[in-house]
C-alpha cells in the first residue's frame, strides 16, 4: 500500500499522537532534554518524514483491520480524538458514501503526558493539520466536519460508527462525552474505543465486546465495540 502523504508539520503531530513511531535516537533525546524542547523542536526537526510516513501508514493499516468487520456498508461516522486521522482516511478511502465528523481539540500541550488526566488538559492536535492531511490525501471536503471539543458545539446526527482509538477512556473519563453520545447513538450504533476498564461498560451497554488486547503498552487497555445504552 501507497504510504500517506504527510508534510513536516504533519508527521511532527502524528510523532506526538503515537510516540510508538519515536526511533531510539527520539527516544534518547526526549529522555536526554526533556518533554518541552521534544515537543516543541526535536519532534520536528528531527523527523525523518518519509520513514515516518511509512510507520504510521503501517499502524493505521493494522488499526483498520481491527474495525473493518464492524464497519461494513456503514455510512456516518464519529471519530473523538482522531490525531491526524490516519484511520479515518482509510474508512473514507475503503467506504466511497461514509462521511466523518471529527471531535478534536485544537491544542498541543508544551509537555504532553500519556496518563490519565482527569481534568482532560492535554491537547495534541492541531485542527488545520488535520484537515490538511485529509486535502492532501484527496479526501473531498464534502466527506467531513472538524469540530473544537472546546468550542462545545457537537453534531447531532444518527451516527452509525463512533470510534476513539486511544483517546476516550484512554486519556481522560468517558463522563465527559457519556450526555452526548446518549443524544448521538441509536438502536445499534456501534462505538468502538479504548479502555483500560471493559467491566465497567458492561453495566451500561446492553451488548459488550472486546476486539483487541494490548498487553504491551503501560495502560494494558483493551479495545471494546459496545451497543445499546441500558
Ligand atoms: C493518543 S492520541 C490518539 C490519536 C489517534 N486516535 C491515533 O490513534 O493515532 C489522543 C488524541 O486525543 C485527543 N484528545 C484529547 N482530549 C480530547 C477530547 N476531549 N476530545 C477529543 N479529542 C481529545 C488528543 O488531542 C489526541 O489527538
Not at 492536535?125 to 492532501?136: A, K, P, R, T, Y
Request: aromatic fraction near 14%.
Amino acid at each position: 500500500m501507497k504510504p500517506f502523504i504527510l508534510n513536516r508539520n504533519l508527521a511532527q503531530l502524528a510523532l506526538l499522537q503515537r510516540i510508538e513511531l519515536a526511533d531510539l535516537k527520539l527516544k534518547k533525546i526526549r529522555k536526554l532534554f526533556g518533554r518541552y524542547l521534544f515537543s516543541k523542536i526535536f519532534s520536528k526537526y528531527l523527523v525523518n518524514v518519509k520513514q515516518l510516513s511509512e510507520n504510521y501508514t503501517n499502524i493505521m493499516n493494522d488499526e483498520f483491520k481491527t474495525i473493518q468487520n464492524f464497519i461494513k456498508d456503514k455510512k456516518n461516522f464519529l471519530s473523538i480524538g482522531a490525531g491526524i486521522g490516519g484511520l479515518e482516511l482509510l474508512i473514507l478511502k475503503s467506504l466511497n458514501d461514509a462521511n466523518i465528523s471529527f471531535i478534536e481539540k485544537n491544542y498541543i500541550s508544551n509537555k504532553i503526558r500519556y496518563g490519565w488526566d482527569n481534568l482532560n488538559k492535554e491537547g495534541y492536535n492541531d485542527l488545520n493539520q488535520l484537515d490538511q492531511f485529509l486535502q492532501i490525501n484527496e479526501i473531498s471536503k464534502k466527506r467531513y466536519q472538524i469540530f473544537d471539543f472546546d468550542e462545545q458545539k457537537f453534531p447531532i446526527c444518527d451516527f452509525d460508527v463512533l470510534i476513539s482509538i486511544y483517546s476516550l477512556d484512554y486519556h481522560y473519563s468517558f463522563d465527559i462525552y457519556s450526555t452526548y453520545l446518549k443524544k448521538v447513538m441509536r438502536n445499534n450504533s456501534l462505538l468502538i474505543f479504548d479502555t483500560i476498564r471493559p467491566e465497567y461498560f458492561k453495566r451500561i451497554f446492553k451488548g459488550v465486546e472486546i476486539i483487541k488486547e494490548d498487553t504491551r503498552t503501560v495502560h494494558k487497555s483493551k479495545r471494546i465495540v459496545c451497543k445499546n445504552f441500558l
